[in-house]
């Protein structure tokens, strides 16, 4: 939903909870890029062997997920998963 989008646009790291990703330490959860500090328009959580970024839709009210995995593709899968995990909690009390 476009409340939905709204408050994904706003979420700063310590808006979520998030210690692990795919069974791993959470190294870092960032709303800014690295260096620049510009505004990612979403999150992104980082572990040793993969990410994901959550972010709106530049051209419709819903949300896309990025990941990256350097184990294989059934940890990408969890990482996705863990992923829609998050932004569903973020945005719990939103309806639909």
Do not use: M, N
């Not at 530049?58 to 990941?67: R, S």
């Amino acid at each position: 939903s476009l409340a939905q989008v709204s408050r994904l646009k706003a979420l700063k790291p310590e808006d979520v909870s998030i210690a692990e990703l795919a069974g791993e330490p959470v190294l870092s959860i960032e709303s800014a890029a690295p260096g620049t500090g510009e505004p990612l328009g979403g999150l992104r959580v980082k572990a040793e062997t993969g990410w994901f970024a959550v972010r709106p839709s530049g051209t419709e009210p819903l949300y896309k997920i990025y990941a990256e995995s350097f184990v294989g593709p059934e940890h990408l899968r969890c990482i996705q998963d863990e992923a829609q995990s998050l932004f569903r909690d973020a945005t719990s009390d939103l309806v639909d």
